[in-house]
């Protein structure tokens, strides 16, 4: 039975999101589920060889992508994504029985789902002072021990912990949705669909242009880049990794000659390719046309 790590503790939409890997037949069969305090905790098991996988939260469609996810999958041995997931997301507010919304004063809640519920927040219990958990789940687990009032939390946490909700379907916006990725050792790539993504890591020199140069990688081969962003790596003011996702495979040519080509010049950490949860962009040209005129131009064959 596969050992796969989570962002815990039990409740949090990871395991959720977890168990739609499960149920969608990403493993052969039942799985052990391994809670972890944190992205880069879930990360590690992996490097040290505790579990089989993990499954993490990458971005959120409210707040956008998940630092501490970027940054644990950028530092030490390197990790690959072989599949992805989208929850929609939406916030239950739990208390522990006898407190309603209006005794509310201390709010306990993850900092991204207390980003995007700041509006309902502000008109419902404005009085309410916030309070920093270190997950959805965990949120739970600090009303429970009576740390906070009330929490905004996932409805499964609040079953297991006997809570009461006193207010369910919260968000801010309409069709919030979380992607989350399953994470293992590097591997063999799941085959092409022609609805995939590739996702890398850029550590450019610092030098004019550099950007620039590896962009042009991909228009110059009309490869879509679906995202694009930079992080600090840390190491002093003003150095940054840049994460970038494309449409297409590893095995499409022009994936992998735009690849081949960062590599001559730049540090490339390749994190995978998979199947597309929903894509937006356009697929990578074909190279069934320009390999085939070579295959005539190699016969000699004339008029071509």
């Not at 052990?32 to 939260?57: F, H, N, W, Y």
């Not at 530092?75 to 006898?98: N, S, Y």
């Not at 697929?283 to 005129?293: L, M, N």
């Amino acid at each position: 039975m596969p050992r796969i790590a989570y962002f815990g503790p039990s409740g949090t939409f990871t395991e959720m999101a977890l168990a739609k890997f499960e149920s969608s037949g990403a493993f052969d069969g039942p799985v052990e589920r391994v809670a972890a305090p944190s992205q880069g905790a879930a990360l590690d098991l992996i490097r040290t060889g505790t579990v089989d996988g993990a499954v993490v939260p990458i971005e959120s469609s409210v707040e956008g992508s998940i630092p501490a996810t970027l940054d644990s999958l950028a530092i030490g041995p390197r990790l690959q994504i072989m599949a992805e997931t989208e929850l929609e997301v939406t916030f239950t507010i739990l208390a522990r029985p006898g407190i309603a919304l209006a005794d509310v004063r201390t709010l306990a809640a993850y900092p991204v789902a207390a980003a995007q519920v700041r509006e309902w927040v502000a008109r419902n219990i404005p009085e309410a002072r916030p309070f920093t958990s270190a997950s959805n789940a965990a949120a739970a687990e600090d009303v429970a021990a009576g740390t906070a009032d009330a929490a905004i939390s996932t409805a499964l946490a609040g079953e297991r912990l006997g809570l009461v909700t006193l207010a369910a379907g919260v968000a801010d916006h309409d069709q919030a949705i979380t992607r989350f990725v399953l994470v293992t050792q590097p591997g063999v790539a799941p085959n092409a669909t022609g609805a995939d993504r590739t996702s890398v890591v850029l550590e450019l020199p610092n030098e004019p242009g550099s950007l620039m140069r590896a962009f042009a990688e991909f228009a110059t081969r009309g490869v879509d880049l679906t995202r694009i962003e930079s992080r600090p790596t840390r190491t002093g003011m003003g150095t940054y990794r840049f994460y970038l996702d494309c449409v297409g495979h590893l095995d499409d040519p022009a994936v992998a000659e735009t690849l081949k080509a960062l590599h001559r010049t730049t540090q490339v950490r390749f994190l995978g390719s998979w199947p597309a949860t929903a894509l937006l962009g356009s697929p990578p040209p074909s190279d069934e046309p320009a390999a085939e005129w070579l295959t005539q131009l190699r016969k000699g064959v004339a008029d071509l």
